[in-house]
T-cell receptor, first 114, second 115 residues
Framework: EPEVTQTPSHQVTQMGQEVILRCVPISNHLYFYWYRQILGQKVEFLVSFYNNEISEKSEIFDDQFSVERPDGSNFTLKIRSTKLEDSAMYFC????????????FGSGTRLTVV | DQQVKQNSPSLSVQEGRISILNCDYTNSMFDYFLWYKKYPAEGPTFLISISSIKDKNEDGRFTVFLNKSAKHLSLHIVPSQPGDSAVYFCAASARRGGSNYKLTFGKGTLLTVNP
């Protein structure tokens, strides 16, 4: 079964440092997403990406965040200057055109900002 | 801004009985609803979905019911099995233009199925 792969599984970083979270979506999917879940809270939408550009972003996704699909297979989320409140599980997901089958989520990267 | 609400943080049922997980929504633009299951240290896994033009969708032990007038949906699992123990998330989408399928999630319900 095809899967979405995320690396690393756990990242610890100092406040103010830049982090890059990496994802390899399912190869024939066209839509890519980042979501996050702060401990004990709901899964929140960050950004969607289609046709090599951001199609929608939430208010959480401010200027500190950026996404890239640098080589046609990887999909990255960069946080330029991390804050303590960025600590969360970050989930990458991908989907084809039909949402009825749901997205496929990766296992997540646990980001801890200290 | 809780557009998707799961008011029960937890539910405990006996193996073999029915589990009913509930979800309410407020946004009338939502036209697709999905249920996801999540185990600790894993990403959410898609279970079942329903379009707003239907009121029921069934897949094996899982059935989702949609009441549009009440803006309410429920997931029925029957018979419940211990392996069903997980957090269940309700999610909704307002499909638009083929370019984005953003999902809005509820807070989740922890289901525990006791042997």
């Amino acid at each position: 079964e095809p899967e979405v792969t995320q690396t690393p599984s756990h990242q610890v970083t100092q406040m103010g440092q830049e982090v890059i979270l990496r994802c390899v979506p399912i190869s024939n999917h066209l839509y890519f997403y980042w979501y996050r879940q702060i401990l004990g809270q709901k899964v929140e939408f960050l950004v969607s990406f289609y046709n090599n550009e951001i199609s929608e972003k939430s208010e959480i996704f401010d200027d500190q965040f950026s996404v890239e699909r640098p080589d046609g297979s990887n999909f990255t989320l960069k946080i330029r200057s991390t804050k303590l409140e960025d600590s969360a599980m970050y989930f990458c997901a991908s989907s084809d055109q039909d949402v009825s089958g749901g997205y496929t989520f990766g296992s997540g990267t646990r980001l801890t900002v200290v | 801004d809780q557009q998707v609400k799961q008011n029960s943080p937890s539910l405990s049922v006996q193996e073999g009985r029915i589990s009913i997980l509930n979800c309410d929504y407020t946004n009338s633009m939502f036209d697709y609803f999905l249920w996801y299951k999540k185990y600790p240290a894993e990403g959410p896994t898609f279970l079942i979905s329903i379009s707003s033009i239907k009121d029921k969708n069934e897949d094996g032990r899982f059935t989702v019911f949609l009441n549009k007038s009440a803006k309410h949906l429920s997931l029925h699992i029957v018979p419940s099995q211990p392996g069903d123990s997980a957090v269940y998330f309700c999610a909704a989408s307002a499909r638009r233009g083929g370019s984005n399928y953003k999902l809005t999630f509820g807070k989740g319900t922890l289901l525990t199925v006791n042997p």
